[in-house]
Every structure is written in C-alpha cells, then in structure tokens.
C-alpha cells in the first residue's frame, strides 16, 4: 500500500545562502578532502557562484556555464521579488574554488516563463533561469548539455558552493566553497517509489521534470527514502546555497550536464523532527534540462547542436519555505 503524497506534511526549502564557508552536506565517515578534491576536477570547472542584491540583502548561490556569456542556474536565484526579476541587483557570476566577492557583472537574468506564471511553485518542475554576462569568459570550456540520455538509476555528480555539514546534523556550516558530491538519480515526479521500510511513496502531483536524490545512511537502511538504501562513497546532499548548481552525468567517458539544483525535501519520519536541513534521509529536487531544450537555445541565440559539430554548455537563493500548492 501507498504511504500518501510526497506532498502531504512535506517540508521543502529552496537553496540558497551568504556567507563564506563549505558546500553540500558530506557522510559522517568520509573525509571532506574527497569532496573539495572532486569538484577541482576540470571537468566541473565550469561551476561558478552567483553573487545579487535584493533590497538590503545580499545573497550567494550556484551556476554552470553553458556559453562563453551565459549562465544557467535556478529559476528562484533569478526570480526576484516577484519570480520576474524584479528587485535583483549588482548580480556577478565567478569561478574558483571559494566564493571571492568578485566575477563578471550580468547585464540580464531571465527567470523560465513557467516559473514565474506559476509563482514559483517548485513542484512544476520548472525552477529554471538564465544569466547573461557583459563580457565573455574564455578561460573556462562551458559545460556540455545532455537532453537524451534516460537518467533513472544513473550516478549523478551534483557541483554547487552551498552550505555544509555531515549527515547526522544536516547543513551547519557556511556557504561560500565549492564541494562535488555523488548520488544516485533514484525518481522523478509522478512515480510511485519504494522507501528503506518498504512501504511505498507517492509523487503524484509533482511533475516528472523534478528528479529526486535521497541522502542514504551508512549503517541504518529502513532511513533510505527512495531507490537504493546502500549509499555510494561520496554520497552527498545539495544545501542552501547550491541552487543553480549543475548534476551532471558520465557518457561513454564524457561529462555531461542534465539537471538544476532546485529544492531539499523532508518527510514527516518519526525519527526526524529537523525538517528539510539535509540530514539523512531528506530529499534533493533537480530539475531536468532535458525538457528545456528549445528555451535554453531560443533565449541565448547560441546554435543548436545539430548546427556545429561540438558545442558545450551547463547551469544557481533566498532560503524559503514553501508548501505544495494546490
């Protein structure tokens, strides 16, 4: 039998932070330096922080290069204070392994048009956005989109600058420093899953463009929400401050971007009363680029792949806490 809607006492928070400090929430018994060293790869060299201003406040999140001028990154980042773009100022987007306080200044962000006609409802699947640059960065190869590849079950690699901690506590450090992490592509919206216990969740209501990552524990399975109760070497959960930030694939020894980080998710488990902090168990919503195929290209004027023989692309808060609407 079904346990009920993901959306019944479902706690969601959209990612997104200031501060200087560590990404993504690691396993209580892997070493941090795992996590640091992964996202120097060059082949995420493409991640980058965006830095905006909205009144008084300042805010950090997430992005992935997929043109030498544009940015992808989240819907919400973009949004503003009307998930238009209103509100947003002095907006950057830089590289490197720690947020600087410096980077090129964008001259537009253009939030996805479902995310705002829809008000910025996460459960749509739809919390994407653009940034342009005023001037292009060449130093960096923009990351490359996939919009074919079935991604359930797959290992995706998820590149942000997001707050940090261990699974036992959830996010309790700062954001500010770039961390890769690792975890399985376990559902999408609109599936009915099994849980660790064995009962089963519904994602009725949630669209099938959100995929969902759970946090597995290391020693006690029944924690597991979702696909696999085993969790990988470097499993890892997206924090506040990782929005935006790419998930990204390997194809036949090629890395790929397929997914936005969006949103974290915690259910009403009797062993867990912190709500949606990224602790074991809780949940990570990415939204999949791979229904997003004609906007992205129709809004930054770069051809499409079957035009050029090569082209690479790629992808980034305010912490908010949202219900499911009806």
């Known amino acids: 039998m079904r346990c009920g809607s993901i959306s019944a006492g479902v706690a969601c928070v959209l990612l997104g932070f200031l501060a200087a400090g560590r990404a993504g929430v690691i396993r209580d018994d892997v070493n941090d330096s795992l996590y640091t ?144 992490g690792q975890n399985m592509i376990d559902a999408r919206g609109g599936m009915v899953t099994t849980m660790g216990s064995g009962t089963l969740l519904d994602l009725d209501g949630i669209s099938p463009t959100v995929l969902f990552q759970d946090f597995d524990h290391p020693t006690d399975l029944v924690a597991s929400t979702m696909g696999s109760v085993t969790p990988v070497a470097q499993e890892y959960l997206i924090a506040s401050g990782d929005s935006g930030g790419g998930l990204f694939i390997d194809v036949g020894g090629v890395t790929k971007l397929v997914g936005v980080s969006s949103f974290l998710a915690s259910l009403p488990y009797p062993w867990d009363t912190t709500g949606a902090n990224a602790d074991y168990g809780d949940l990570a919503g990415v939204v999949s680029v791979q229904s997003f195929e004609n906007w992205i290209f129709t809004v930054t004027g770069v051809p499409e792949p079957s035009v050029v023989s090569l082209l690479f692309f790629g992808l980034g808060g305010l912490v908010l806490m949202r219900g499911r609407r009806k």
């Open 37 to 180: 060293s992964l996202a120097a790869q060059s082949v995420y060299d493409s991640v980058g922080f965006l830095r905006w201003n909205e009144g008084a406040s300042g805010y950090i999140a997430s992005g992935t290069l997929i043109s030498s001028e544009w940015v992808l990154t989240a819907g919400h980042v973009v949004g503003g204070t009307n998930n238009y773009g209103a509100g947003v100022s002095g907006m950057f987007f830089g590289l490197g392994s720690v947020y600087s306080g410096t980077g090129i200044a964008a001259t537009e962000w253009i939030p996805y048009s479902g995310w705002s006609s829809s008000n910025g409802d996460v459960w749509a699947g739809v919390d994407l956005g653009l940034v342009r640059l005023s001037q292009p960065i060449t130093t960096v190869t923009p990351a490359l989109l996939d919009f074919s590849t079935p991604l359930l079950g797959l290992l995706g690699t998820s590149v942000g600058y997001g707050r940090s901690g261990i699974g036992s506590g959830g996010m309790s450090t700062p954001a500010g420093t770039k961390r890769a």
